[in-house]
C-alpha cells in the first residue's frame, strides 16, 4: 500500500543535543508538510516543500531545520531541542491544489530529556 | 484572512447517539473545508472533503457534513456513535490566500462515546 512512514516512532533525546526524524513515502507527491503537533493542539505547520522549493512558516524557529534530498524522503533536524520541544511531530504529503487531501504518516513521539 | 472555528473543545455523546461536530470557517473566497480524524497516537486521516459540487458530503465511517454557505458552517455528524468513534476530529480549511497549499485546523473537538 502506498504510505507515509515516519522512523522512529518515538525518539528519547537530551537537552541540546540534535536529533533527526525521518519521513519517507511511497505516494510519489510533490508537496511534503512538517507538523509539531502538542497533547491537545491542532498540527502546527513548521515548513513544507513543493518539489525542491523550501517554504518556511514565519514563526518556526530556527532551531527547526529540513532537508528533502529526493521526492521520496524528507528530513526534520532539530539542532539544539529544549524541554519545549517534546511534541508530536508529523509528516504529511500531497500532490498540489488547493482541494487536495493531505496524507498523513503515525508520526514521531519525542521527548526531550 | 481565512480561518476556522470548532465550537466544543469536548463533546460526549452515548453510543448510538446522534454526533454532531461544529465547524464555522471564515473565507473571503469559496473555502475548501475537510474534516480530518486523528485516533491516538496515530497521524490524521481524511473523513471527508468539501471542493464544489454536492454540498451534503459523505465520508467514510458514516460520515456526512454539509456545506452551508450561508452560515458560513460545515458541521460535521454522523447518525449513530459507535465506540470506535472516540478520538480527536479537526475540521480545515485551505489556505488560498496564502497562495500555497497549507491548511488552516480549527482547535480540535475530541469526542468521547459513553457506553
Known amino acids: 500500500d502506498a504510505m507515509v512512514i515516519q522512523n522512529p516512532r518515538y525518539q528519547v533525546t537530551q537537552f541540546g543535543k540534535p536529533v533527526t526524524l525521518s519521513c519517507s513515502q511511497t505516494?510519489?507527491?510533490?508537496?511534503m508538510y512538517w507538523y509539531q503537533q502538542k497533547s491537545s493542539q491542532a498540527p502546527k505547520l513548521l515548513f513544507h516543500?513543493?518539489?525542491?522549493?523550501?517554504?518556511n512558516e514565519a514563526d518556526t524557529p530556527d532551531n527547526f531545520q529540513s532537508r528533502r534530498p529526493n521526492t521520496s524522503f524528507c528530513f526534520l533536524d532539530i539542532r539544539s531541542p529544549g524541554l519545549g520541544d517534546a511534541a508530536m511531530y508529523l509528516c504529511?504529503?500531497?500532490?498540489?491544489?488547493?482541494?487536495?487531501?493531505?496524507?498523513f504518516g503515525p508520526g514521531t513521539r519525542l521527548t526531550v530529556l | 484572512a481565512q480561518s476556522v472555528t470548532q465550537l466544543g473543545s469536548h463533546v460526549s455523546v452515548s453510543e448510538g447517539a446522534l454526533v454532531l461536530l461544529r465547524c464555522n470557517y471564515s473565507?473571503?473566497?469559496?473555502?475548501?473545508l475537510f474534516w480530518y480524524v486523528q485516533y491516538p497516537n496515530q497521524g490524521l486521516q481524511l473523513l471527508l472533503k468539501?471542493?464544489?459540487?454536492?454540498?451534503l458530503v459523505k465520508g467514510i465511517n458514516g460520515f456526512e457534513a454539509e456545506f452551508k454557505k450561508s452560515e458560513t458552517s460545515f458541521h460535521l455528524t454522523k447518525p449513530s456513535a459507535h465506540m470506535s468513534d472516540a478520538a480527536e476530529y479537526f475540521c480545515?480549511?485551505?489556505?488560498?490566500?496564502?497562495?500555497?497549499?497549507?491548511?488552516?485546523f480549527g482547535t480540535g473537538t475530541r469526542l468521547k462515546v459513553l457506553a
Open positions: 504529511a504529503t500531497s500532490l498540489p491544489g488547493p482541494n487536495t487531501e493531505q496524507f
Open positions: 505516494l510519489n507527491h510533490n508537496v
Open positions: 516543500y513543493y518539489d525542491k522549493d523550501f517554504n
Open positions: 473565507s473571503s473566497v469559496p473555502p475548501y
Open positions: 468539501y471542493t464544489t459540487g454536492a454540498t
Open positions: 480545515a480549511v485551505t489556505d488560498l490566500p496564502s497562495g500555497t497549499y497549507k491548511y488552516i
